[in-house]
């Protein structure tokens, strides 16, 4: 089955050097000098600047790529901050030139097209709120996340005469012994500790600028800017204070409930930090895989039971090369999809080593991945550009759907269930950890002159509301008021995080849609992604066959089901 349709360039030049200013320049003011005079023209127009936006995106994103596989790799940094410092700049303002150029058309309405209400109203908005001043900011923030990225890759601990990364460290804390599990969790925990004064910096450094660059904007502070940023439409601060509240009221609680039963389970007096992770049976942590080939080969068969098209995806990135799956000095940290907007197929970046989280994330990106595939063929790059409230629609909706086909990953039926459990467990407790997240950020971006110990205090108080009174912190306070130094997000991609959890609300409602109508379901999936963002939130929700909504009773019929289906198994 063929995924991916090759389309030669038709107006850049096939060896365009897009790493070099003066090249890009000549670009962009071609486009901007170009007479637009009809309909006509005008598409060809949109086509040749969708054409250098995809082309720019992936020389970028290859260069981002290569930096995060080996970020002790000097060469790879510095072509990444060359493009950052040189080439984005650059991007960012002929873009709001062209923009301006686009939007005072007189005939733009005259375009015929689905997505286009969309794509205008999106690129109104960044009208509205962009800023020249904005722009050697951003490229400052783009470079102090580096080197968050560079500080985190490089952490390691010493574990049993191994120097091993903290991704294969966190693998122990499955480990069946308990005193295994707390070393490993105190030494994880305290060689973030030797550089929280470094990243505390950072984080200091990045909200100062976060906050010029409201203001510069019109914005009273980041977080109602970042709303304008994001082009959220379709959803509000208030919509996330309100959902903060009702995971607070309507799913800690079963939560609490879940690690009470597991505190049993255990056979321990009291759960702490490092009993999350080990399966309450007592039996030895799952290790589903043994290499990247096996995880890669896992994944083909098991996307292939939910339809042919999602294997031939995988299959095609990997002889393309695309994926990069295990841990290894070095290393960035965490796992992404990248997409490759002119070539299509996207690249998946992991810390793979051997885990049933794993086997997750492989799920999960491959489920970004085949919405990439899917948006290829649309028009317009913009199409592509969906906001992450579709895209982790795509990722978590595909970890749900494919747990029918589990038994290929875990044959022993006793290993199943574990398995099953462990991802609906974390089907709940992810929505307390992503108001945690979200949270904090608010407090923080409205509260702008904060000290760092202010922070700190901020991240303990939002913590203990949504982690509930049953795991034990005594003794681990210090920790505790760092412990968002791991979460990636808030340096790098303030804001994006609740997207998971109204992601993770649609996920389960295709789920429950695919229990009762699996062909449907799949479906119904498939043409959800295939629209990209030529629609609103709510319309391509609609399209999946669910809701786009996170109101308190939702969140409480949805959690409902999915504790349901755990007491079932």
């Not at 600047?49 to 290859?62: D, F, P, T, V, Y």
């Not at 191994?162 to 707390?182: F, G």
């Not at 660059?213 to 959803?235: K, T």
């Not at 505190?263 to 290790?287: A, F, K, Y």
Request: glycine letters at 6%.
């Amino acid at each position: 089955m063929e995924v991916l349709a090759q389309s030669p360039r038709t107006y850049l030049p096939a060896q365009a050097a897009l790493g070099e200013r003066a090249a890009v320049v000549s670009y962009f003011d071609e486009l901007a000098e170009r007479v637009i005079a009809s309909v006509g023209e005008l598409e060809r127009w949109l086509k040749d600047l969708s054409e250098l936006e995809a082309a720019l995106s992936e020389e970028g994103a290859w260069r981002y790529i290569r930096m995060t596989l080996d970020t002790r790799d000097e060469i790879a940094a510095a072509s990444y901050q060359k493009f950052v410092n040189e080439v984005l700049p650059l991007t960012e303002e002929a873009t709001d030139k062209l923009h301006r150029k686009l939007m005072a058309l007189p005939f733009l309405e005259d375009l015929q097209g689905d997505g286009y209400p969309v794509y205008f109203r999106g690129i109104r908005e960044q009208l509205r709120i962009f800023r020249e001043a904005n722009v050697p900011l951003q490229t400052e923030l783009r470079n102090l996340a580096q080197t968050y990225s560079t500080t985190i890759g490089a952490m390691s601990v010493e574990w049993k005469g191994e120097t091993i990364t903290l991704p294969k460290a966190a693998a122990v804390l499955e480990s069946t012994d308990r005193i295994d599990r707390e070393a490993i969790h105190r030494l994880m925990a305290n060689r973030r500790l030797e550089d929280a004064d470094k990243l505390d910096a950072l984080f200091h450094d990045m909200v100062a600028r976060r906050h010029t660059i409201a203001l510069n904007a019109g914005a009273p502070n980041f977080r109602d800017h970042s709303y304008n940023a994001l082009g959220r439409f379709d959803h509000t601060p208030a919509d996330a204070i309100a959902f903060h509240a009702s995971v607070e009221h309507e799913v800690v609680p079963i939560v609490e409930r879940l690690e009470r039963e597991r505190m049993q389970s255990l056979g321990v007096d009291n759960l702490r930090p490092w009993d999350l992770q080990v399966d309450p049976s007592g039996e030895p942590p799952l290790r589903p895989f043994s290499s990247d080939a096996e995880l890669i080969g896992l994944a083909e068969t098991v996307f292939g039971k939910l339809h042919p098209y999602f294997s031939e995806c995988i299959r095609t990135m990997r002889g393309m090369g695309r994926l990069d799956l295990g841990s290894r000095a070095g290393k960035a940290p965490g796992g992404y999809n990248y997409p490759l907007y002119e070539t299509g197929a996207p690249f998946i970046f992991m810390n793979a080593v051997g885990t049933t989280d794993d086997v997750i994330t492989m799920f999960h990106e491959g489920g970004h991945a085949v919405h990439s595939f899917l948006t290829h063929p649309l028009p317009i790059t913009g199409f592509k550009s969906f906001p992450s409230e579709v895209a982790e629609l795509a990722s978590m909706g595909m970890e749900l759907l494919t747990m029918d086909h589990w038994h290929l990953v875990y044959p022993d039926a006793d290993d199943l269930r574990r398995a099953k459990r462990d991802q609906l467990e974390r089907v709940l407790t992810i929505l307390p950890w992503v108001a945690t997240v979200d949270a904090f950020q608010h407090a923080v971006y409205t509260h702008p002159e904060w000290t760092m110990a202010q922070r700190s205090a901020a991240w303990v108080e939002t913590h203990s509301r949504f982690s509930g009174n049953v795991v034990d912190w005594s003794g681990l306070e210090t920790q505790r008021a760092s412990l968002w130094h791991k979460q990636l997000h808030i340096f790098e991609l303030p804001f994006y995080y609740i997207e998971y959890a109204i992601a993770q609300l649609g996920a389960i409602g295709l789920w429950r849609n695919y229990k009762q109508d699996p062909q449907a379901a799949v479906e119904a999936y498939m043409h959800a992604l295939k629209l990209g963002y030529t629609r609103t939130l709510p319309e391509i929700y609609a399209a999946a066959g669910v809701r786009f909504d996170f109101s308190r009773e939702h969140i409480a019929e949805l959690a409902a089901f999915v504790s349901e289906e755990l007491d079932r198994l």
